[in-house]
């Protein structure tokens, strides 16, 4: 497993279903964390280690992403940003939703695109910054109503390309991870009953992923064992996307 010890790392959405499980993987492998979300991660941070600390941000806000990451950067510096917030709102493809449209894009494309440009100076001062945008199944292959959610996360795997172009030369990688349907608490209810059944049937291994096997993947891309690896999208969907 990575070591990171002595290593920052910012995750936000760290609230989330998955967000947790990468705090408590990053955690285990040495880390301080940063924890940033909307909601309330304190008592995640404080279950973790003392040297934890939580920022409560609407990334909606460009401002405020602006200057609670350079908070974040000056009190605790970062190693390693991971972009795991996300909002997942489907419609089919002719509903005129702007609300929904405009959304999905500010947090799961802008925000993340504003809150590594943010980064940036104490990712640079580290020397070996990582960035590890989460993306999804959805931004590789169509899926019904995803419009909005697979276009934003199409967008994202493109922005972690040009980050990776422009950015490798200060030491900085940047990779994103795809996952298929992941069980957490909320998409357990999204996709429960037959709808469950049959997407889990459409994935060759029969299963939808654990978010501590997308945590795992995450640390993987954080470690010093992936510094080769710029620009690629780890797809963890138990093979939904191969055919
Ligand atoms: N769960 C899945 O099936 C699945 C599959 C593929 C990809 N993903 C992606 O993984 C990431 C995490 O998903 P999850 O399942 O843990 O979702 P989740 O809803 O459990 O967690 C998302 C977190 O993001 C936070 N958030 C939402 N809007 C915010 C805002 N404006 N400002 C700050 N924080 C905000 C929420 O408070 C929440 O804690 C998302 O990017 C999602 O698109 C999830």
Redesign the pocket.
Known sequence: MSDLSGRTVLI?????????AMAERFAAAGARLAL????D?SDLAARLGPDNRTYS?????PAAIAETVARIGAEMGIDVLV??????MVFPAETADLAAWD?TM???LR?PWLVAAAALPFLKASGRGRIIN?????GLVAIDEHAA?GAS?AGLILLTKIQALEWARFGITANSI??????????LV??SGEKGVKARQEIPVGR??K?SE?AAAAVFLAGEDAGIINGETLVADGGFTIR
Do not use: R
């Open positions: 936000t959405g760290a609230a989330g279903g998955i967000g947790t940033v979300d909307i909601g991660a941000l609407d990334l909606g806000d972009n795991n917030a996300g909002v997942g959304l500010n947090i799961n925000a989460i993306s999804s199944q959805a959610y996360k795809a996952p298929t349907v992941v069980e957490t608490p909320m998409a999204g996709w939808f992923a978010p997308i």
